[in-house]
């Protein structure tokens, strides 16, 4: 079954971290541009962060710099997202998505999306 399946979320206080996986099953992401994105119920999907095939991260929310960080571990099919520094802002459900550039994925072209993860930042 070919699938991208998120993990990691969780409840954290303000000020903590996480780090969510990005796991495929089915096909390689070596071959994909792969982005973050998060949505809040009753608000539009927002890209955070896209890793493209050769291991370069492009940011597409001012909001998480200096404190989010893509990466990506293709022996284990696996991207992840570091999250420091958790706001109550950054509440949302987390999702990945597969593309075959990062320019694709965040105008909504992407060939596989997972179901997502919710992160709750709350004291």
């Known amino acids: 079954q070919v699938q991208l399946v998120e993990s990691g979320g969780g409840l954290v206080q303000p000020g903590g971290s996480l780090r969510l996986s990005c796991s495929a099953s089915?096909?390689?992401?070596?071959?994909?541009?792969i982005g973050w994105f998060r949505q809040v119920p009753g608000k539009e999907r927002e890209g955070v962060l896209c890793i493209t095939r050769g291991a370069v991260s492009t940011h597409y929310l001012d909001s998480v710099k200096g404190r989010f960080t893509i990466s990506r571990d293709n022996a284990k099919n696996t991207v992840y997202l570091q999250m420091n520094s958790l706001k109550p802002e950054d509440t949302a459900v987390y999702s990945c998505?597969?593309?075959?550039?990062?320019?694709?994925?965040?105008?909504?072209?992407?060939?596989?999306w997972g179901q997502g993860t919710q992160v709750t930042v709350s004291s």
């Open positions: 998505a597969a593309g075959r550039t990062c320019g694709q994925v965040f105008t909504g072209t992407c060939d596989y």
């Open positions: 089915g096909f390689t992401l070596d071959y994909y541009g």
